[in-house]
């Protein structure tokens, strides 16, 4: 347990108005989705599966911009996306076309629900522990932008398909999300964006294109959008996974030249022989000038004194 100062578990303690505003607001986006799916209004869904995210997107951010974080929010805003993110787009792709696949689609929902939960489970227990760059696994509202913008393009009479195949092409969309999010994919999480810190002019143009280019047709683009994000952690996947087999093979390289350039060569330059009679080495200078045929040089005699 981690150990905080008495002002610091006060307001761990305390509940805030603000940040807790904006959860509230995205719980009551995802049950008026569920509402607006049983009465057959399920563009109305879809749109308030959105609304409830851009709510989810807010309430942690001005929680961090205004400090006022709390173990009461945390907890919160982790039941909200529950519900908003797992039950809701399980509830409304359900009533609107995985019902028509009987066990298969009730099945698909109940895969997605159980997969948002035990993302939401992992991501509450690894906080601190992974990299805050990326989401580990698909983000619960991804999934939901994922599934609820197929259900508003289908809606919207973008697509024209029979039903059989809408309602197979939802079961696809619904277990695709609901195992993405239990996968160890990396998705980038945006949380390295700081807003509170100036930036240029022209991230503002870029901001008002974004909006621009969104109006013009929301079902297409947010579909498209959130079909590419809800790709792109296998594609940084894959690449980790191949910059990491070749930094491998680029290391077993370097090690390899590294000990051809240190092993040492050694030469059968001295052979041992048993020693011979007389106590003389074989492998003196006099025993090897005897054996290349030289006369072996007399004695130095004993010098008296003068």
Do not use: C
Request: hydrophobic share 45%; aromatic share 14%.
């Amino acid at each position: 347990m981690p150990n905080f100062s008495s002002d610091e578990t006060r307001r761990r303690r305390s509940i805030y108005l603000l940040p807790n505003a904006f959860t509230t607001a995205n719980l009551f986006a995802g049950f008026y989705a569920v509402v607006q799916a049983m009465n057959g209004r399920f563009e109305m869904a879809a749109i308030a599966i959105f609304l409830a995210m851009v709510f989810d997107g807010m309430d942690g951010r001005v929680a961090r911009l205004t400090n006022t974080q709390s173990a009461f929010g945390e907890q919160y805003d982790s039941l909200s996306d529950m519900t908003s993110f797992g039950i809701a787009p399980a509830l409304v792709m359900y009533e609107w076309s995985l019902q028509g696949l009987g066990r298969w689609g009730w099945l698909a929902a109940f895969i997605y629900v159980v997969g948002a939960a035990l993302r939401l489970a992992r991501f509450n227990t690894n906080i601190g522990v992974v990299d805050k760059r990326f989401f580990q696994g698909l983000p619960s509202p991804a999934a939901a932008a994922l599934v609820a913008g197929f259900l508003w393009l289908a809606v919207d009479n973008k697509l024209s398909l029979q039903n059989e195949t809408i309602a197979w092409l939802s079961f696809g969309f619904t277990v695709y999300a609901g195992i993405a999010m239990v996968t160890n994919a990396p998705f980038y999480s945006g949380k390295s964006f700081a807003l509170g810190r100036s930036v240029p002019f022209w991230v503002i143009l870029v901001l008002v294109g974004v909006f621009v280019f969104v109006s013009s047709d929301p079902p297409i683009v947010l579909f498209g959008l959130f079909v590419v994000y809800g790709l792109s952690g296998w594609v940084i996947m894959l690449w980790r996974w191949r910059r990491a087999r070749e930094l491998t093979r680029l290391r077993q390289e370097g090690l390899e030249e590294r000990d051809a350039t240190v092993t040492p060569t050694f030469t059968a330059s001295h052979t041992y022989q048993p020693p011979q009679p007389g106590g003389q080495q074989p492998g003196s200078q006099q025993s090897g000038d005897l054996r290349q045929g030289s006369q072996p040089s007399p004695p130095e005699k004993p010098r008296g004194p003068l």
